[in-house]
């Protein structure tokens, strides 16, 4: 039973360019959400998807910054040219589609380094 | 979603019981408290949850009192590999939750 699995592990970027990072949810899960992590801080919540579609995306940079979860395929968290600012680990969790105690699974992160 | 307050850091020693304790004076009724774990380059990871009283699972316990404004979570007998940060949250049931996460308790397990 395979856990939330994201790549790459590891991103190293040039101010400019663009990052995508992606998030396969665990099986039977539909509720991908994505988090920030700075170091020495707590993670801070990005956006909420389901299948193709965006619930809530309050915590998303209004610029430089999309995400999906398409029908088929992993959810991808874009970010168009990174500025050094955008270096931080990028958590993805998913949960099941219904149910009370709605627990979030993570991933192992996704450490994105802007040069 | 109900603010949280925790220590910053903890130390204990093999062996020992620790127990560490939050706030959450603004808890809201349909808020169930939420423990999670971080080692280092990993992401979180579930330990417990509960809504009041004692939950009790294979890792950990978790006691909430009657008026649900604190909790603690209850690690037996911890080991080096407890050593990681602990984080309280506040997360509302049903669909679509957005989990707030502070700064976390850091625990040191040393020999």
């Known amino acids: ?115 | 979603l109900a603010k949280t307050t925790q220590p910053i850091s903890m130390d204990s020693y093999e062996g020992q019981e620790v127990n560490i304790t939050c706030s959450h004076n603004n808890i809201a009724t349909n808020d169930y408290i939420t423990w999670y774990q971080q080692f280092p380059s990993q992401g979180p990871r579930f330990i417990i949850q509960g809504y009041k009283t004692k939950v009790t699972n294979e890792v950990a316990s978790l006691f909430i009192p009657a008026d649900r404004k604190s909790s603690t979570l209850s690690l037996p007998r911890v080991s080096l590999s407890d050593t990681a940060v602990y984080y309280c949250l506040g997360a509302s049931t049903g669909g679509g939750n957005k989990l707030t996460f502070g700064t976390g308790t850091q625990l040191k397990v040393e020999l």
């Open chain 1, 1 to 115: 039973n395979a856990g939330v699995m994201q790549n790459p592990r590891h991103l190293v970027r040039r101010r400019g360019q663009e990052a995508r990072l992606r998030c396969s949810p665990m099986k039977g899960h539909s509720h991908v959400y994505w988090y920030r992590q700075l170091p020495e801080e707590g993670l801070k919540f990005m956006v909420y998807l389901q299948k193709e579609n965006i619930i809530d995306e309050s915590g998303m940079p209004k610029e430089r910054f999309s995400a999906e979860f398409p029908k088929e395929g992993p959810s991808i968290l874009r970010i168009q040219q990174v500025v050094r600012g955008d270096s931080a680990a990028y958590f993805c969790a998913s949960s099941q589609e219904t149910g009370l105690q709605e627990t979030q699974y993570f991933g192992p992160g996704t450490r994105l380094l802007v040069l």
